[in-house]
């Protein structure tokens, strides 16, 4: 049992390149989320999903993109990388009650 | 006024000492919280969950004060391994699933 996983756990970016971050879960779990967190703003929700096939977007989803077309799957996608987006890139995941599992983040840098 | 507000310290305690934070909520809606735990550029992992009064896990204890909107985190006994970020979530059913982050209380215990 894996839990949360990302892939990848680290990259580089040149500006206006794209890329799509994978979280995965092993947990049956239906709901699943992506953060960034950057150094004095704490978490911040970009996109969550409430089940397969749908999506909503959080406090912060300008410049990104997601789908969940799998119930395992969730993925980020960034369609044209900005300094600003460089951060650490948490998903998480959890089940009816509410404590979320986090995977272990994606550091991206876009240069 | 962010929903969830932490003092970020640090706090710097030495080993054996018992350290408290506090985390204090706007929201009154708000059912459920949780203390999770940060180690540098790793994953936030679940310390503890606390639906009614409280909660207690070992050195750890957590305290629901909804008249005073707040919750505490209690650590006894502090540990070199203790040194971390804890944060603070609050959870409303209301609020579409999401937990509603603080920044975080930084952690050193010392030698």
């Known amino acids: 049992n894996a839990g949360v996983t990302q892939t990848p756990k680290f990259r580089v970016l040149k500006t206006g390149q794209s890329m799509t971050l994978l979280c995965a879960q092993d947990?049956?779990?239906?709901?699943m989320y992506w953060y960034r967190q950057d150094p004095g703003m704490g978490l911040r929700l970009i996109h969550y999903s409430v089940g397969e096939g749908t999506t909503a977007k959080g406090e912060v989803p300008d410049g990104y993109n997601v789908s969940r077309l799998k119930k395992q799957n969730f993925l980020l996608g960034l369609e044209s990388a900005a300094p600003s987006q460089t951060s650490v890139y948490f998903c998480?995941?959890?089940?009816?009650?509410?404590?979320?599992?986090f995977g272990p983040g994606t550091r991206l840098l876009v240069l | 006024r962010k929903e969830v507000e932490q003092d970020p310290g640090p706090f710097n305690v030495p080993e054996g000492a018992t350290v408290a934070f506090n985390c204090t909520y706007s929201n009154s809606a708000s059912q459920s919280f949780f203390w999770y735990r940060q180690d540098c550029r790793k994953e936030p992992k679940l310390l503890m969950s606390?639906?009614?009064?409280?909660n207690e896990d070992g050195r750890f204890t957590a305290q629901l004060n909804r008249a005073s909107q707040y919750i505490s985190l209690l650590i006894r006994d502090s540990k070199l391994s203790d040194s971390a970020t804890y944060l603070c979530a609050s959870y409303n059913a209301g609020n579409n699933r999401k937990l509603i982050w603080g920044l975080g209380t930084s952690l050193a215990v010392n030698p």
């Open positions: 998480a995941s959890r089940t009816g009650q509410e404590t979320q599992y």
């Open positions: 606390v639906y009614s009064s409280g």
């Open positions: 947990m049956n779990h239906e709901y």
